[in-house]
């Protein structure tokens, strides 16, 4: 394969076998699975390659490619889901880092196509939000590349139906944090399923956490979208096929809150709405006052 000058980058090919490591280490990829991708140029991606363990890549075996696949450089051969990558890369100009990998718990969520709920979690809702359900395609193909288009624009974790996750971000620790930390919140889920169900953050508090996110500069869906419910996974659903958005079903259904954009149902800081989340003691308190009040 021919010399080219932007290959070689000693340390984004090390950055890439030690993400390698990690996401082997953590059981994300068993024997050859999953792909790693660093942009190092306007039309350049160095990349893991086909057929080997991410745990046991040395930068010698790290290849590149162009942005429409054409590998450049490398003694081993490119992996054919580079063009997930490739098309991340392509309608995202702020991504330079793609993992893709089977994170296990995550995956559960994908191969049942279960909607991942919102406003349990703080961290979750801080640092990630909604994430979105790429319909399912034959791997390796530009069709399966392509199944993530409609959710790029407000996203930057993907599960894969029946397939993994994808996850991509400015560098390569941002790109394999956000894997990291959605594939430790889909545990929690399922552990805490088993342990008799989730318990969700009424609206007051869900509407906080929200605006901490936007103090701290994250974006958000539900920062631009008037219809787009407090905490029940709708801020993708113009990307869905008919019948294919993910749908609650292992978990009891989220509140229905009013969105981030229109007026809260709470009044002195207790919410009002949303069944199963009100403070029952303040409502209980409320209502006696109020019937006190009407038998004066």
């Not at 993400?19 to 660093?38: E, P, T």
């Not at 010698?60 to 098309?87: F, P, W, Y």
């Not at 791997?139 to 996850?167: C, E, R, Y």
């Not at 949303?274 to 006052?289: C, F, P, Q, R, S």
Request: hydrophobic share 35%.
């Amino acid at each position: 394969m021919s010399y080219h000058p932007l290959f070689n980058n000693p340390r984004i090919k090390e950055q890439i076998c030690e993400i390698g490591r990690r996401v082997y280490n953590k059981g994300f990829a068993a024997a050859n699975d999953g792909n790693i991708s660093y942009r190092v140029g306007e039309n350049e991606v160095i990349c893991s390659p086909t057929y080997i363990c991410k745990g046991f890549m040395t930068p010698d075996d790290i290849c590149m490619v162009d942005l429409d696949g054409n590998q450049l450089a490398g003694k081993r051969k490119r992996t054919s889901e580079i063009l997930l990558h490739l098309t991340i890369m392509k309608h995202r100009p702020d991504v330079k880092a793609v993992v893709h990998c089977h994170p296990p718990h995550a995956t559960a969520f994908a191969v049942c196509r279960e909607a991942i709920p919102q406003c349990v979690l703080p961290e979750i809702e801080v640092f990630m939000g909604e994430v979105p359900l790429a319909p399912y395609e034959t791997p390796g193909a530009q069709s399966f590349a392509d199944t993530v288009l409609p959710f790029l624009k407000s996203s930057n974790t993907i599960i894969l139906a029946n397939h993994g996750t994808v996850s991509f971000g400015k560098d390569l620790e941002e790109a394999y944090w956000k894997t990291e930390i959605l594939d430790a919140y889909c545990r929690i889920l399922i552990l805490s399923q088993q342990m008799g169900g989730i318990t969700y953050l009424n609206e007051r508090k869900s509407r906080e956490l929200l605006d901490l996110k936007k103090r701290l500069g994250f974006d958000d869906p539900r920062f631009h979208d008037e219809n787009c419910d407090l905490c029940s996974n709708t801020a993708f659903r113009d990307g869905y096929k008919e019948g294919t958005a993910p749908k609650v079903s292992a978990f009891e259904p989220p509140p229905s809150f009013p969105g981030y954009l229109q007026k809260p149902t709470y009044e002195g800081g207790a919410a009002v709405g949303g069944a199963g989340n009100v403070d029952m003691e303040t409502l209980v308190k409320m209502i006696t006052e109020q019937v006190m009040s009407a038998l004066k």
